[in-house]
């Protein structure tokens, strides 16, 4: 191992002797993508012999990965997830393969080999998304593959049996934490968005969009105090405003996506979806259970022909909004994105020139990518997997 230390030595004189001052910006975006590469190299050695590693340690499983911990500097879970990962890579070739290759870092492989190792035919798509989103969009992929790989039953129930909350403050900021069934999830979620709303209602429209997490938290004390009494529901609130006040429509409400297939039959199979949009898959008993929600909108799709439809203003009717957003899997459009809220239709052409409202003229992105389109002059690239990404303007090599 002399050669690695060798190297080891030969990388830190490197950084040691880095002068950002005496770079260009576009040098030290090259220097720092260079960097993560290599480093991303490394940690593919490290994760290919964790396994071996542990095997016969003193003091078990437990021991090895606290000392992996501490020695890396991690998270004794991240060790633990470092040693799972590296057992099931010789039977993901393809994940080997690219890992090794640097095209994935450390967390990116865990997340494709957990379940790749319980779906080995949606492997060489995990890695698509593993490559081209970010690491939201990977785990949301994930929580698909898994949830069709597994008992949806069993999952739900296991939610449930650990369902919790906690809080704690930490340099000065309190935080909170639950988790529980997907589906219970978004019941919360759907009564905090009108909350929300108002919060960003209310916010100075200037620079707002960087700030949604910080209104949503400003809804989140709203609706704890319209639960003890101390202001009324954004809903209710609307209702005894004066006459010449319009009330507000509501610009969320909760929307699942079923195959109808998988609600004949009861349960999902490969390549199939049951899940409630911008929070994840779900039983098909929890869906059916949620027909009856009059504030939930039931997806269920079994082939409407769409690709014809359009209109020859800015309006679009309804079934043409849901295609576009099924077409995106109601995520941001922009492939290297996946925010789900507060999504916004854009036409691909400026509608003043095209007067074309068409399916494929529309695509919905999340209000930071429509700015950068509006706003900052970046252009709509596709790609031959029939995907978009925004590149920036007089971008000589995009991705």
Not at 15 to 20: Q, Y
Not at 154 to 166: L, M, N, P
Not at 295 to 319: C, E, F, N, W
């Amino acid at each position: 191992m002399r050669t690695l230390a060798r190297i080891r030595g030969e990388v830190a004189a490197l950084v040691a002797a880095l002068d950002p001052a005496s770079v260009s910006v576009a040098e030290a975006m090259r220097l720092s993508a260079e960097l993560v590469e290599l480093g991303k190299v490394v940690d593919a050695g490290a994760m290919v012999v964790a396994a071996r590693a542990v095997e016969g340690a003193p003091g078990g499983l437990d021991a090895a990965a606290r000392r992996l911990a501490l020695t890396a500097g991690i998270a004794k879970a991240e060790a633990e997830r470092m040693i799972a990962t590296s057992k099931v890579l010789d039977e993901l070739p393809a994940t080997r393969s690219a890992l090794v290759a640097g095209r994935l870092s450390r967390t990116q492989a865990a997340l494709v080999a957990e379940a790749a190792a319980e779906s080995p035919q949606s492997e060489a798509a995990l890695l698509d998304t593993a490559l081209h989103q970010d690491l939201t969009g990977l785990r949301r992929h994930v929580e698909r593959v898994r949830s069709a790989a597994g008992d949806e039953r069993a999952r739900r129930a296991k939610a449930h049996a650990e369902r919790s909350t906690r809080t704690w403050v930490r340099n000065g900021s309190w935080h909170f934490h639950a988790q529980g069934p997907v589906d219970q999830g978004a019941r919360i979620q759907l009564a905090h968005r009108p909350f929300w709303d108002a919060a960003l209602d209310n916010a100075p429209k200037d620079g707002h969009r960087e700030q949604f997490g910080a209104y949503g938290f400003d809804g989140f004390v709203a609706m704890a105090e319209a639960a003890t009494g101390g202001q009324p529901p954004p809903a209710e609130a609307d209702t005894t405003a004066p006459a010449k006040s319009k009330p507000k429509k509501r610009r969320w409400q909760g929307v699942v996506r079923v195959d109808a297939s998988a609600i004949r039959r009861g349960h999902t199979i490969e390549n199939e979806v049951c899940e409630v949009v911008g929070v994840g898959p779900i039983d098909v008993a929890a869906a059916i259970d949620l027909l009856g929600e009059a504030t939930v909108r039931i997806l269920i799709k079994d082939g409407q022909d769409v690709l014809s439809m359009a209109t020859a203003t800015r309006h679009y009717p309804p079934a043409l909004a849901i295609a576009v957003a099924e077409r995106a899997n109601w995520e941001c459009s922009n492939r290297a994105c996946s925010n789900t809220g507060y999504v916004e239709y854009d036409h691909e052409d400026d509608y003043v020139r095209s007067k074309d409202s068409s399916y494929h003229q529309l695509h919905p992105f999340c209000g930071c990518c429509h700015d950068l389109k509006t706003y900052q002059g970046y252009r709509i690239v596709h790609h031959p997997d029939g995907t978009i990404t925004l590149e920036p303007p007089n971008d000589p090599d995009p991705p």
